[in-house]
């Protein structure tokens, strides 16, 4: 079986991913096997536990693999996988679970845990929890987390109706020749408050504040015209302004193209 080769795209990391800080310039490492991501993504777990809140940097590591491009940042001291492949599009994993989700890996076998002892749910409130079906907890948790996420998303990108200007959407042609021309990433500062924005050509769109807690929001955008200009319009009803190729503005901030 032929060896999967990956291109690493390290951000506020050492090359060996063992150091954090905003000092470390982006690298790249363009033929990685699976023996040694298995290595960096354990040094940045160790890495990420270790770093304090005051830290601002904010690590991540870009994944490119034959099953697409793979995000791997910090979140609370631990790891989180963020893909458009993905059906959850984000969520907490540990090495072996990414290592899975980016390639065809087998996950290291761990000592089976002791069973714990078996409660008797017999009483009270106990007994009647205990009598919900997993699934339908499962569920609940499920609804609770989305709508938490919904609400952060508008909270973060929301805009007021007056700052959106008349403007007119354009086909899904339109769409897709002007994605082609902006498609990237882009930022507006490497440092602590600033902002990261990814373009997709499907019409995907991630922004992502710096932080120890980074904020991230994913939404879509279609292309429009406003004032006589082609500009893009996000599904939470933001503008984002097209000066050229390689410059953005959405909401005032100006995001310029990320060039590896």
């Known amino acids: 079986m032929p060896t999967t080769i990956y291109k690493l795209n390290l951000r506020h990391l050492s090359p060996d991913a063992r150091e954090i800080g905003v000092r470390h310039a982006d690298c790249e490492l363009p033929d990685v096997d699976a023996g040694r991501l298995r290595e960096i993504l354990q040094a940045m777990t ?33 790891l989180r996988l963020h893909s458009w492949n993905l059906k959850t599009g984000t969520r907490e994993m540990d090495v072996d679970e990414i290592l899975a989700s980016v390639g065809d890996h087998a996950p290291t076998e761990h000592p089976a845990a002791k069973a714990a002892p078996q409660r008797d749910h017999t009483m009270g409130r106990e007994s009647a929890l205990s009598a ?4 339908i907890k499962i569920s609940v948790l499920v609804i609770l987390f989305a709508g938490i996420n919904a609400v952060s998303g508008w909270m973060l990108m929301r805009s007021p109706p007056d700052l959106l200007p008349p403007h007119e959407l354009l086909s899904a042609v339109a769409t897709e020749r002007l994605l082609a021309t902006v498609a990237g990433e882009f930022e507006t500062g490497p440092k602590p408050g600033d902002r990261w ?4 050509r499907t ?6 504040k710096y932080g120890p807690k980074p904020d991230e929001v994913l939404l879509t955008v279609q292309a429009a015209t406003a004032n006589g200009q082609e500009v893009l319009i996000t599904s939470a009803r933001s ?22």
């Open 46 to 78: 160790k890495a990420v536990a270790r770093q304090s809140a005051s830290d601002p940097a904010a690590p991540e590591i870009r994944i490119t693999s034959p099953r697409g491009v793979f995000m791997v940042k910090s979140a609370d001291g631990r």
């Open 132 to 135: 919900i079906p997993g699934w």
């Open 197 to 200: 924005m990814t373009i997709v």
């Open 203 to 208: 019409g995907n769109l991630r922004v992502v």
């Open 239 to 260: 503008m984002i302004e097209i000066k050229d190729a390689d410059t953005l503005v959405l909401f005032g901030d100006t995001y310029r193209r990320i060039k590896l």
